[in-house]
């Protein structure tokens, strides 16, 4: 039971030294994750419309 008082107090003691991240830089993170997601998005169904276009267009030449 003491080992997991100490733990607890130990992980208090750390939190305590976390810098937690202002909401301006939050804002601002989190916008930077959003414009990835749909730069991602935008690329890959690009190639899927790429890709799809390619194979009908080889199947349509058999």
Do not use: H, N, T
């Not at 997991?4 to 939190?15: D, L, P, S, T």
């Not at 601002?28 to 414009?35: G, H, P």
């Not at 690329?43 to 890709?51: E, H, K, R, T």
């Amino acid at each position: 039971m003491q080992k997991i008082k100490k733990f607890f107090a130990g992980v208090k003691k750390e939190m305590g030294r976390v810098r937690w991240p202002k909401k301006k830089d939050m804002f601002k993170y989190s916008m930077a994750v959003l414009a990835c997601i749909v730069v991602f998005a935008a690329f890959f169904v690009a190639s899927d419309f790429i890709i799809a276009g390619a194979r009908s267009l080889a199947e349509g030449l058999k």
